[in-house]
């Protein structure tokens, strides 16, 4: 079986994180405008990451065909 080609598992992780982070920039963000930077980042990663975590490996499964073309 062929590893996983590197670029193509970061290609699927930016596609899912790019619009995730413009939503929350939307949504969240508004909320929190007058916050330290360092507040609105650890908002921003606590939403994320978790995110993150359940579905990109989800994904990785879901186009594993592709990836490890």
């Known amino acids: 079986m062929q590893p996983p080609k590197k670029w193509k598992m970061m290609l699927i992780t930016w596609l ?3 619009p995730v982070i413009n939503i ?8 929190v405008k007058d916050a330290h930077q ?9 939403i994320l990451v978790p995110l993150l975590g359940f579905f990109v490996p ?5 186009f594993d065909a592709w990836i490890r073309k």
């Open 58 to 62: 989800k994904l990785h499964k879901k």
């Open 38 to 46: 360092l507040v609105k980042t650890l908002v921003l990663t606590l």
């Open 24 to 31: 929350l920039f939307l949504t969240v963000f508004p909320f």
């Open 16 to 18: 899912f994180v790019y």
